[in-house]
């Protein structure tokens, strides 16, 4: 069965740190671009970043030099290690997967989608 989990989400201050893991079961991330992406409350879902099957990275201009996404093939997992959090960084963070590349980390267009997972940036 094919599943996609989020997870390493929760509530964080502002500059903290988080890093959220999206984990896939039934196939291999390898071969798939992997994106994630984020929803906050009254707006659109947007995407944060992605990575392309060859290690080609995007990134939101909002996220740029805060958010590294990486991949971990020995454990099937694609990470977004997030710096310097802003309140606006508040969100549903959602990982997604194609079997093709994207031009850029579009919203549209992705095979499977994870459940999502909840950050929180706040004092």
């Known amino acids: 069965q094919v599943q996609l989990v989020e997870s390493g989400g929760g509530l964080v201050q502002p500059g903290g740190s988080l890093r959220l893991s999206c984990a896939a079961s039934?196939?291999?991330?390898?071969?798939?671009?992997v994106g994630w992406f984020r929803q906050a409350p009254g707006k659109e879902r947007e995407g944060v970043s992605c990575?392309?099957?060859?290690?080609?990275?995007t990134y939101a201009n909002s996220v740029k030099g805060r958010f590294t996404i990486s991949r971990d093939n020995a454990k099937n997992t694609v990470s977004l290690q997030m710096h310097s959090l802003k309140p606006e960084d508040t969100a549903v963070y959602y990982c997604?997967?194609?079997?093709?590349?994207?031009?850029?980390?579009?919203?549209?267009?992705?095979?499977?989608w994870g459940q999502g997972t909840q950050v929180t940036v706040s004092s």
């Open positions: 997604a997967t194609s079997p093709m590349n994207h031009y850029g980390c579009p919203v549209t267009s992705w095979e499977y």
């Open positions: 990575i392309s099957s060859n290690d080609d990275s």
């Open positions: 039934g196939f291999t991330l390898d071969y798939y671009a």
